[in-house]
Nanobody, 124 residues
């Protein structure tokens, strides 16, 4: 059974950094897409960044380009999201999602498996 476990959230001041981790188990790591999504209160879940485990193709939302970096550790079945220069508008619950095959769009509707989420709060 596919399982995704997120960690690394917390409270950080504006301009600070956090690193989120998504560890996957229960499925073949190869040929899957793993994505980071976030959902703020009253808003829809939005794609932040996605990566393809085979080959490493990746994409970012415009709002995080230049600040966030997604990477994969195939040996540990883990996807990391390094978040720098954090802003108050980055505050949300961050979810890790997975789908078989290469993603075409990094959108929540295209991903079918989810972790429990981790809270990120950016505030002074």
């Amino acid at each position: 059974q596919l399982q995704l476990v997120e960690s690394g959230g917390g409270l950080v001041q504006p301009g600070g950094s956090l690193r989120l981790s998504c560890r996957a188990s229960g499925f073949s790591w190869d040929s899957h897409s793993i994505g980071w999504f976030r959902q703020a209160p009253g808003k829809e879940r939005e794609g932040v960044s996605c990566i393809y485990t085979s080959g490493g193709s990746r994409t970012y939302a415009d709002s995080v380009k230049g600040r966030f970096t997604i990477s994969r550790d195939n040996a540990e079945n883990t996807v990391l999201l390094q978040m720098n220069s954090l802003k108050p508008e980055d505050t949300a619950v961050y979810y890790c999602g997975a789908r078989r095959g290469m993603f075409s769009l990094c959108v929540a509707e295209a991903f079918g498996s989810w972790g429990q989420g981790t809270q990120v709060t950016v505030s002074s």
